[in-house]
């Protein structure tokens, strides 16, 4: 059963005041970490307090073996849609 957890990221201005963008590390199908965005609305990114480009974006963990986290997103990224795998330690666990 999936749970909540959320996502280290690098936060930016949205095209709206209502949204953001992020910018998640994750892994790519050749298995290098890599870099992704997502638009998404303000009220799933939690702001780190005196960091204003870090934050922690609302996901829904599935599954966590050798150190890494698939994740399923609100929003799908741009480059890979909604599921990524990220490295466990980008996830941080309510």
């Given at each position: 059963m999936?749970?909540?957890?959320?996502?280290?990221?690098?936060v930016g201005t949205g095209m709206f005041s209502d949204e953001l963008t992020v910018?998640?590390?994750?892994l790519n199908?050749?298995?290098q970490l890599t870099t992704v965005s997502s638009?998404?609305?303000k009220d799933s990114v939690d702001i780190e307090g005196g960091k204003p480009n870090q934050g922690r974006l609302q996901a829904y963990c599935m599954t966590e073996?050798?150190?890494?986290?698939?994740?399923?997103?609100?929003q799908a990224?741009?480059?890979?849609g909604?599921?990524?795998?990220v490295p466990s330690g980008e996830v941080v666990h309510p």
């Open positions: 999936p749970q909540v957890c959320y996502i280290k990221c690098h910018h998640i590390r994750t199908a050749a298995g638009i998404v609305p073996a050798k150190g890494l986290t698939y994740v399923v997103l609100r990224t741009l480059e890979n909604p599921s990524l795998v």
